[in-house]
């Protein structure tokens, strides 16, 4: 006798391929729920987005200002008033900075937005340290040399602070003065500063060269030159601590020799003589 073996055949189709396909569809399915959902999100956030670019909630209305001290109405409403009217969130802060730091009178700005609709503007001024002469100007330097503005001849003895005098030097404002001497000139001065007794304001530093610096102060000329401050400046409490036991007075004093000094005194004899001739010759 011959086995007669039976096969099961549902629909022309296997139990497996039909898994196959189930699962096939499912994950089709599945991916375009995702891609709807992100869809839906991009849409939100768009709209979010527009919504708050245009809502009259974020508009600003004002702009708080602080650390300003010499900046003029007029500098800080060209600054300030771009803003007025603008979406907090579009207004261009870099360019707002970059414009304020534009300002010779400003070394550094900083802006804050204050949600909802307000700005807050820090700004760091310049301190001026200097009075810089070239002889047919003066001008107004901060403590890094930087030129701040231009003093009318009424200005002068507003701004009580030690002078730099060099020749024919070009500034820039906004930017530091180039002369080869302004380092030593200021190194100079901020020596005299830290050494006290000195009255700032009435100090004067003839800067032609580093080798020729002259301090004018009192009356006297004090030839310092380029460098070594400390042991001139000690040389130099020691020469007037003599002048002043002897009680005679000064014209100049040299103190760019190494160990020693050039000292000239006023020969009041020669004064003496001089004012009688005058005085005669009037009669």
């Known amino acids: ?61 004002g702009v708080q200002v602080e650390g300003v001290k010499q900046l003029g109405d007029k500098d800080l409403k060209g600054i300030v008033d771009v803003f007025i009217g603008q979406n907090i969130f579009r207004a261009d802060l870099a360019s707002a900075v970059k414009r ?25 001024e310049r301190v001026p340290a200097f009075v810089l002469d070239t002889g047919t100007a003066r001008f107004l330097l901060d403590g890094d040399g930087v030129v701040i503005e231009r003093l009318a001849k009424e200005q002068t003895t507003a ?32 020596e005299i500063s830290a050494r006290g007794g000195w009255q700032s304001s009435d100090v004067t530093v003839k800067a032609d060269s580093p080798e020729s610096l002259t301090v004018l102060y009192g009356g006297c000329q004090f030839k310092v030159g380029s460098g070594r401050y400390g042991e001139k400046f000690r040389r130099l409490a020691e020469i007037m601590a003599d002048v002043k036991q002897r009680g005679v007075e000064i014209v100049y004093v040299d103190l760019r020799p190494e160990r020693q000094a050039a000292v000239m005194i006023k020969n009041d004899k020669v004064k003496e003589q001089r004012a009688g001739v005058k005085k005669k010759r009037s009669t």
Not at 160 to 183: H, K, S, Y
Request: glycine share 6%.
């Open 100 to 124: 304020a730091e534009g300002n010779p009178w400003v070394k550094e700005a900083r802006i804050y937005r204050r949600l909802p609709n307000r700005l807050t503007m820090v700004f760091t």
């Open 1 to 61: 006798m011959s086995a007669v073996k039976r096969v099961r055949v549902q629909g022309g189709r296997s139990s497996a391929g039909l898994r196959k396909s189930q699962s096939g569809l499912i994950s089709i399915l599945l991916k375009a729920m995702v891609l709807i959902v992100i869809a839906a999100g991009w849409l939100l956030v768009w709209q979010g987005y527009r919504t708050v670019m245009h809502a009259d909630l974020f508009i600003i209305s």
């Open 159 to 190: 701004w009580p602070l030690p002078v730099i005098a060099i020749r024919d030097c070009q500034v820039r404002f906004g930017e530091e003065v180039t002369a080869e001497v302004m380092p030593e000139a200021m190194q100079l001065i901020a």
